[in-house]
């Protein structure tokens, strides 16, 4: 990780040197593989690594378990969730684009950037990756294991760690939950652009339709008027019209798709985040409690023993027992304060990828504002065209008009 001289806890990284730390794109196989159990492929391309590699769903699975094995006490996102039957298009795109936000997280997570695992999902390009990747994890151990700082984790931690700790839980909660209500109003937006587009084009097919129909009419009923004839060429053509209109509102629902995907970036880090600080506390926390429990019932045994006089042997392995819970919990004491070394330098990864929602909001107002802009110009250029439906000067329409008809005099 890159880290000033000094406190090794602080981190000095800004957002774009984690984008550019790599690129990864995850596209979809056309073609389902297997003989009788179909199964979806994706090809992973790699930016940093310059590779480009076919991967399994379950090929994530295993990456997944391996950085979790590896690096518990960090922000692993997690993965898309598998569905064994049924699966649709829509749900394997959206698991393709899940699974593009998870590795570009981890391929820009610093502990995660420089270790093996990653550049062996990301280039290994042999028939079974997944044998690779247990193999490599193979009698390594955690981070906790091969950090050089583990022992000393403590000295860097504040003494308020603790509250700390609380605090920014709940602020990075809050942030969450907002976060999540602006995603759900933009996914509603972009639905509500993907149905505006088709309705207009719909609108347009109607009208050439009835631009486009043959049924004759008697001349008493048109008393010699090429009014209708005159309507229906002009509404044969509007379709063309109301198509462009349709496909700048199908292009500003494919802008906003991409807002929703920057805003489901950020939610996949905090939710990360979210179950980082559970792990920390039913894990090492609670695996620490349990550590001091046994010691004190192990203590207690002995106490008992050596009132009511017990064999020599039986007071030795009670004494051998005890000392070797006494290193266990020495051993938890440290994980703890490793785990909060390494939740403290995640919250501040957090903080460091804050800046990425303006950018989002930014991306947000620009689709808005060219969105509308190109559906003014079509809807102005529009206009002139529909003069020669009306027969009242500047092409308003000059039947009289009452408040019975629903309609204004403007």
């Not at 979806?40 to 950085?67: I, P």
């Not at 997690?78 to 590795?103: H, Q, S, Y």
């Not at 207009?200 to 008697?218: N, Q, R, V, Y």
């Amino acid at each position: 990780m890159q880290m000033p001289p000094g406190n090794p806890l602080l981190l000095s990284l800004t957002l774009q040197e984690l984008l550019a730390r790599d690129a990864v794109q995850v596209e979809l196989i056309p073609e389902k593989k297997g003989l009788f159990l179909k199964h979806v492929e994706y090809e992973v391309s790699s930016q940093r690594f310059k590779s480009c590699v076919y991967r399994r769903y379950n090929d994530f699975v295993v990456f997944h378990e391996m950085l979790l094995q590896k690096f518990p006490y960090r922000m692993v996102p997690a993965l898309p969730p598998k569905r064994m039957l049924g699966a649709d298009r829509e749900f394997i795109e959206a698991r393709r684009r899940a699974l593009k936000r998870f590795i570009n997280l981890v391929a820009r997570h610093p502990p995660f950037s420089e270790d093996v695992v990653l550049k062996l999902f990301l280039s290994f390009s042999g028939p079974d990756v997944q044998s690779k990747l247990k193999e490599s994890a193979q009698c390594v151990g955690d981070e906790f294991v091969n950090c050089q700082l583990a022992a000393r984790a403590k000295d860097f931690l504040p003494a308020d760690i603790q509250t700390q700790f609380a605090i920014s839980r709940e602020l990075i909660r809050n942030i969450y939950n907002s976060f999540h209500k602006l995603r759900d109003r933009a996914e509603r937006m972009v639905s509500r652009a993907i149905d505006n587009a088709a309705d207009l084009l719909i609108f347009g097919k109607e009208l050439s339709a009835l631009g486009s129909d043959t049924t004759p009419l008697p001349s008493w009923a048109t008393l010699n008027s090429s009014t209708w004839g005159s309507l229906k060429q002009a509404l044969k053509g509007l379709s063309v019209e109301f198509a462009l209109l349709a496909d700048k509102a199908a292009q500003q629902g494919e802008q906003e798709n991409g807002v929703v995907e920057g805003l489901n970036l950020f939610l996949d880090l905090l939710q990360s985040h979210q179950d980082l600080c559970e792990r920390h506390e039913k894990g090492v926390l609670h695996k620490h409690q349990r550590a001091l429990h046994k010691h004190s019932l192990l203590k207690r045994q002995m106490m008992s023993a050596a009132v009511q006089n017990r064999e020599p042997e039986s007071v030795e392995q009670l004494e051998s027992r005890i000392v070797e819970q006494e290193n266990v919990i020495q051993t938890m004491e440290l994980r703890k304060h490793f785990s909060l070394y390494c939740l403290h330098q995640e919250t501040q990864l957090v903080h460091v990828y804050l800046p990425l929602t303006s950018h989002i909001l930014g991306a947000f107002v620009s689709s808005q504002i060219q969105g509308h802009k190109e559906m003014s110009k079509v809807w102005n250029d529009l206009q002139p065209k529909l003069q020669c439906l009306f027969g009242g000067p500047h092409g308003t329409p000059s039947l009289p008009r009452s408040p019975q008809d629903g309609l204004s005099s403007h």
